[in-house]
């Protein structure tokens, strides 16, 4: 049985006892920050069973896509070298959120296993909690479970938990008698002793407990189950492989990664692990991406590396000395894009995104194993000091555990924890700036503010998606204390301390009961406007706004006079032309993001933002850097939408339905069950809390004005829109005319002619540069031949060679000139180059039989207080002793008498 019929027939069996099918979700989980990856089936469902979310159905069952690597998965060095350990598996699931519980997952499992697989009876074995009576019965009586063939172990086996305290339970697993072959008789004894003859497949969680803090096991009003299969072992149990590297899902592209090698798969060969390697990174490798995980040096990214570079490693093993990981990942989305679609969608961004990779490492590997090769001949003991490590990690792109593989294989260790230390004092030296500013005290306050509040039903009212004004009543007031920011109950101008900026004001924050003011979220700006006292003299300036915590708006006032008073009531005023121009960049935030996936592709995901009313900043998941036409294509779109004047509209929404119905929500972000869902035209959907125009056309114009990359895998965007565009727009214009001036040129248009013919020009002159240097180069050549030394079996050509504009490159193709002009010549030559010492030795075609540029550079080099190589022919160095520079030619001579 193949293995995607057994994941088809898991799911179809499921589904006809009343489960929903649910779609695998990301392998980036959406909702929970604490992971990595997505781990497990129930990831998904988490909240579910916290009873922080509702979903329209009880039953579910899901073939979940899962990575493990990294964090307490770190087990990457044991892939490809056991039979079951893997980076990438999929985990088949079922679940019951308060529906069934033991008595039904119990039958459906051993129904399943024993029917639709057709496992015999006779080869499972299983397992409850040690006090689980009822699993125990449930096994023996409603299954026919004999009572010899049912085991009880302890918590460490057999009960899960989600953490310290919470949901808890019980587990019962099922175990595959594999034969002799595989271990001794006896379920326990062969356990104990690892051996893979009892084999674990089949996991039911049955969460029937809450947990407090003193450890109490209050029963849960709804018990629950989660079910976790692992889909590769039960291929493997239905295909009598021995490892589930031997199943389907993996000799497929075993069998095509040893067609593109040009070299046999050999079980017991050296070189299967290499293989088994590559096919499981590659799956890893292929779904990353496709969720939208790119290679770079930190969090997810940097686990994404590891698996590349260390697959490419045992790729050139193989022989795979040019990049081959991008198709071997084709092969992956080939054997795979039935049961996941998005691979297939996503397969030429897969390929480009991970030969980019390819390429990048492929330049550098080649010289970090020669290093690591040279420091290794170096050392006296059997450890690679930490430094060693650090620099191929840092330089060469080299992660840890590859250079700790590496070692191993030539029998040395490393020392991992003076990598730590090079690591640490990297990070340390980029800190040393950085002062620590008391945020953890700052959200004390707020936070217990926000709760205060909440409890007197007084949160602050936000009105400023409707209107710009508002009236309302100050709830508390926040000041600067000697030591930290308090609560106060009145303020005033008089008795505040003096800001540096602005002799005649003071700023303290405020909340008020009913705000128009806009809280700094979502990448948008806080607003700016003015507050005025009903019934007072307050007159104050709104220089910002944030939300410190989510819901509590925080105005940041500079107060011009009078005084302020906890229970007065104001008048607030938003800046409204800085609104209008924060929203029409905010709103073109939107069709920029609609843009980019419309014509790169929908790979690209937010991955940051600001708006203010000067600028947009937009930061997103991208391999390359964007061509020019790539930028004027997105302008074009973006353009064309806004002045299509479509409507933008916003509505709230259930999460679930704003989400089924194609809104985009961004990562990281959390939303509650209700939703604002901002729509333009029919185009661009997303989850949004900002503020937006009305039309498209209110936008006026949009203008990219950069494009940089900001990490590995991320672009950034900066671009203008309205006023902001017409002004970056005139600039430029400006600088042409300019530029006009000053090529005397009579109109702009006129520049690229004028700019060609002064380019002309200089290629004329730089020609006749390059005839008056070679002419001085020739005779200073002639000289230094006239004056050859003899030598045993050949010539010495020695000597000092003037700087001029060509720089070192003159020194050089003085070398190879007199080179290929004395066959049997040795030629040292030196140069000064400011506090620079150059040196360079070539050796004649004859003379290269005698004489070696490398060896002889070795011996003159420190002469100079300089480091460098070659070839055997002509080898260089940079030094920076310059006084060095007439000894060494002094010593060529005696050297190569020798």
Same mark, same amino acid.
């Given at each position: 049985m193949k293995t995607a019929e057994i994941r088809e027939r898991f799911l179809k069996y499921f589904e006809r006892n009343g489960h929903t099918i649910v779609e695998s979700s990301?392998?980036?989980?959406?909702?929970?920050?604490s992971l990595l990856f997505t781990t /497990? &089936? *129930? !990831?998904?469902?988490?909240d579910v069973f916290l009873g922080k979310d509702k979903r329209p159905y009880t039953r579910a069952t899901t073939a979940q896509k899962c990575v493990r690597a990294g964090g307490k998965h770190n087990d990457l060095e044991n892939v490809g070298f056991t039979a079951r350990h893997h980076t990438f598996f999929e985990m088949l699931g079922n679940f019951s959120f308060g529906d069934y519980f033991k008595k039904d997952a119990i039958h459906f499992a051993w129904e399943f296993i024993t029917k639709e697989l057709g496992f015999p009876k006779d080869k499972l074995y299983v397992t409850v909690f040690e006090t689980d009576d009822e699993a125990a019965d449930i096994w023996h009586k409603q299954e026919g479970v004999a009572k010899d063939r049912i085991y009880r172990l302890g918590e460490k086996d057999n009960f899960w938990s989600m953490g310290d305290t919470g949901p808890c339970g019980p587990c019962t697993e099922i175990y595959y008698d594999r034969g002799p072959k595989y271990g001794r008789d006896g379920f326990i004894e062969s356990q104990k002793a690892d051996e893979d003859r009892y084999m674990e497949f089949w996991n039911l969680v049955f969460m029937?407990?809450?947990?407090?803090? #003193? &450890?109490? *096991?209050?029963p849960l009003p709804k018990p629950s189950v989660d079910t976790g299969a692992g889909l590769e072992r039960i291929a493997a149990i239905a295909q009598n492989a021995d490892t589930n590297y031997d199943t389907d899902a993996f000799q497929h592209i075993i069998g095509e990664t040893s067609k593109l090698a040009g070299v046999e798969y050999v079980r017991s060969s050296d070189l299967a692990p290499s293989f088994r390697v590559i096919a499981d990174h590659s799956r890893a490798t292929a779904f990353l991406v496709s969720d939208g995980v790119l290679p770079s040096n930190e969090g997810r990214g940097y686990v994404l590396r590891r698996i590349m570079r260390r697959a490419i490693r045992h790729g050139k093993k193989l022989g795979l000395d040019k990049p081959f990981l991008h198709k071997t990942c084709g092969f992956v989305v080939d054997q795979m894009k039935e049961a996941y679609p998005n691979l297939q969608?996503?397969? /030429?961004?897969?390929?480009?995104? !991970?030969?980019?990779e390819e390429e990048q490492f492929f330049k550098t590997l080649d010289k970090g194993l020669a290093l690591l090769d040279d420091e290794i001949g170096k050392i006296s003991t059997k450890t690679l000091p930490g430094e060693v490590a650090f620099k191929l990690y840092d330089t060469f792109g080299f992660p840890l555990d590859l250079t700790r593989v590496i070692a191993t294989e030539r029998g040395i260790a490393v020392d991992e924890k003076g990598f730590e230390t090079a690591m640490a004092k990297q990070r340390a030296d980029s800190r040393k700036s950085w002062k620590g500013s008391g945020a953890e005290a700052l959200d004390a306050v707020y936070l217990q503010l926000a709760t205060d509040l909440k409890a007197k039903k007084k949160m602050p009212e936000f009105v400023g998606y409707d209107s710009l004004t508002a009236e309302g009543?100050?709830?508390?007031?926040? #000041?600067? &204390?000697?030591?930290?920011?308090e609560l106060v109950n009145e303020v005033a101008a008089s008795s505040l301390a003096l800001t540096a900026d602005s002799a005649d004001s003071a700023i303290v924050e405020v909340v008020f009961s009913k705000t128009p003011f806009y809280g700094e979220s979502g990448g948008q700006v806080g607003d700016k406007g003015r507050v005025v006292g009903i019934g007072s003299d307050l007159e104050a300036e709104v220089i910002d706004v944030q939300k410190p915590v989510p819901d509590l708006i925080v105005a940041h006032l500079r107060i011009r006079k009078g005084a302020l008073k906890v229970g007065a009531k104001v008048r607030q005023d938003t800046d409204r032309e800085l609104r209008a121009l924060t929203? /029409?960049?905010?709103?073109?935030?939107h069709l920029l993001h609609w843009a980019l996936r419309k014509h790169l592709g929908d790979h690209v995901k937010q991955a940051g933002s600001i708006v203010t009313p000067d600028l947009l900043r937009f930061d997103f998941s991208h391999f390359e850097a964007l061509k020019p036409s790539d930028l004027r294509t997105i302008e074009d779109l973006i353009n064309e939408k806004i002045w299509k004047n479509d409507g933008v509209t916003k509505r709230l929404m259930a999460k679930e339905a704003a989400i089924q119905a194609g809104a985009i929500a961004m990562f990281g972000e959390k939303y509650g069950d209700t939703v604002r869902v901002v729509s !333009?035209?029919?185009?661009?959907?997303?989850l949004c809390g900002g503020c937006h125009v009305d039309q498209s056309g209110d936008i006026h114009l949009f203008k990219i004005v950069s494009e940089t990359s900001i990490a590995a895998g991320v672009r950034r965007l900066i671009a203008y829109t309205s006023k902001g565009a017409y002004e970056f727009l005139r600039a430029r214009n400006d600088m042409l005319a300019g530029v006009k001036d000053a090529i005397k040129a009579q109109t702009i248009e006129e520049i690229p002619v004028k700019l060609d013919r002064m380019s002309d020009g200089e290629k004329a002159l730089r020609k006749q540069l390059e005839q008056v240097l070679a002419k001085a180069a020739a005779g200073e050549a002639d000289a230094l031949f006239s004056g050859a030394q003899s030598l045993a079996g050949g010539k010495l050509i020695a &000597?000092? !060679?003037?700087l001029d504009s060509q720089g070192a490159k003159k020194l050089r193709d003085l070398a190879e000139s007199l080179k290929n002009r004395a066959a049997d010549g040795v030629i040292v030559l030196g140069m000064k180059d400011g506090e620079k010492a150059n040196l360079i030795v070539a050796i004649g075609k004859d003379a290269q039989k005698k004489w070696n540029a490398n060896e002889v550079l070795k011996q003159l080099a420190p002469l100079i207080e300089g480091r460098g190589g070659g070839k055997p022919d002509l080898a260089q160095a940079g030094g920076t002793k310059t006084a060095g520079l007439a000894e060494a030619l002094k010593s060529a001579a005696a050297l190569l008498a020798k």
């Open positions: 990301s392998l980036v989980p959406s909702n929970d920050p /497990a &089936g *129930m !990831v998904q469902f988490k029937q407990y809450d947990r407090d803090a #003193k &450890g109490v *096991m209050n969608t996503q397969r /030429a961004f897969i390929e480009r995104a !991970v030969l980019a009543e100050v709830l508390a007031i926040l #000041k600067q &204390g000697d030591q930290k920011i929203t /029409a960049n905010h709103t073109a935030t !333009v035209g029919d185009f661009s959907t997303e &000597g000092m !060679v003037e």
